[in-house]
T-cell receptor, first 114, second 110 residues
Framework: DGGITQSPKYLFRKEGQNVTLSCEQNLNHDAMYWYRQDPGQGLRLIYY???????QKGDIAEGYSVSREKKESFPLTVTSAQKNPTAFYLCASSMERGGSYEQYFGPGTRLTVT | EDKVVQSPLSLVVHEGDTVTLNCSYEVTNFRSLLWYKQEKKAPTFLFMLTSSGIEKKSGRLSSILDKKELFSILNITATQTGDSAVYLCAVANQGGKLIFGQGTELSVKP
């Protein structure tokens, strides 16, 4: 069964703790992306990676970090420096590095920080 | 700055109505425009448009792109309650990024 998996589905953390969100894909896609979605807003790009061992900041990278050690995996760490971490986080992947192919999304992780 | 704007932001209709959702954009190095449907979870892909004037159709949904006027519309005919969702428009640039609009929240009442 091909697709993108994210875990966990719901995550609760105390303020000041770092937390890592998992994203795995078995679609053999080169490019992977992390987005954040807040109520009433569209998706905002946090980080993206078009090839293993390389990634670029998106529009709202502050307070986040990523790694891309394997083609299949693109974990996102929400650090304590992120001022408003509570949000819905979506991971996506696409076949072609240039992005003209559609991005496929994982089921998302809803993070709540109190 | 690249920008994608959707209108209306929310819409309430009754089953059987036809709706038109709008998406305008100002994006440097446009590559394609995509429509997604989101029902409280991950967005699911509907259409990708790259050429002006060619309508894409899937059942009761259709979409068209105007690259001269920089907009796209998504039409849904004979709406059903299952069409209730947030519809997202996104534009891909040559650098491989998607720029998303705010979304249109559609509610279809029985």
């Amino acid at each position: 069964d091909g697709g993108i998996t994210q875990s966990p589905k719901y995550l609760f953390r105390k303020e000041g703790q770092n937390v890592t969100l998992s994203c795995e894909q078995n679609l053999n896609h080169d490019a992977m992306y992390w987005y954040r979605q807040d109520p009433g807003q569209g998706l905002r790009l946090i980080y993206y990676s078009q090839i293993v061992n390389d990634f670029q900041k998106g529009d709202i990278a502050e307070g986040y970090s990523v790694s891309r050690e394997k083609k299949e995996s693109f974990p996102l760490t929400v650090t304590s420096a992120q001022k408003n971490p509570t949000a819905f986080y979506l991971c996506a992947s696409s076949m072609e590095r240039g992005g003209s192919y559609e991005q496929y999304f994982g089921p998302g992780t809803r993070l709540t920080v109190t | 700055e690249d920008k994608v704007v959707q209108s209306p932001l929310s819409l309430v209709v009754h089953e059987g109505d036809t709706v038109t959702l709008n998406c305008s954009y100002e994006v440097t190095n446009f590559r394609s425009l995509l429509w997604y449907k989101q029902e409280k979870k991950a967005p699911t892909f509907l259409f990708m448009l790259t050429s002006s004037g060619i309508e894409k159709k899937s059942g009761r949904l259709s979409s068209i792109l105007d690259k001269k006027e920089l907009f796209s519309i998504l039409n849904i005919t004979a709406t059903q309650t299952g069409d209730s969702a947030v519809y997202l428009c996104a534009v891909a640039n040559q650098g491989g990024k998607l720029i998303f609009g705010q979304g249109t929240e559609l509610s279809v009442k029985p």
